[in-house]
């Protein structure tokens, strides 16, 4: 067994739950879902949207919901 293994056991995915995460973490994976289709790797704006204001919130602002992105300009949407 590998340590990656390890990471991936019963043992240590229930150590992880907790009450009433579930329901974000289905939040984040379908913001970083959406994000992976309209940003591009290792862009350095987006990247710095993703790292202030986490995928839920960014994926919400990029739809239109919220106040703009600082920098987004009518070219770079």
Do not use: Y
Request: aromatic fraction near 2%.
């Amino acid at each position: 067994m590998t340590a990656r293994d390890k990471d991936r056991s019963p043992a240590r995915a229930q150590e992880l739950d907790e009450p009433g995460q579930a329901g974000n973490d289905a939040a984040e994976r379908m913001a970083r879902a959406g994000l992976t289709r309209v940003l591009e790797p290792g862009d350095p704006r987006s990247g710095q949207w993703l790292r202030r204001l986490g995928p839920v919130a960014l994926f919400q602002r990029l739809r239109g919901e919220g106040p703009s992105l600082p920098g987004a300009t009518a070219g770079r949407m």
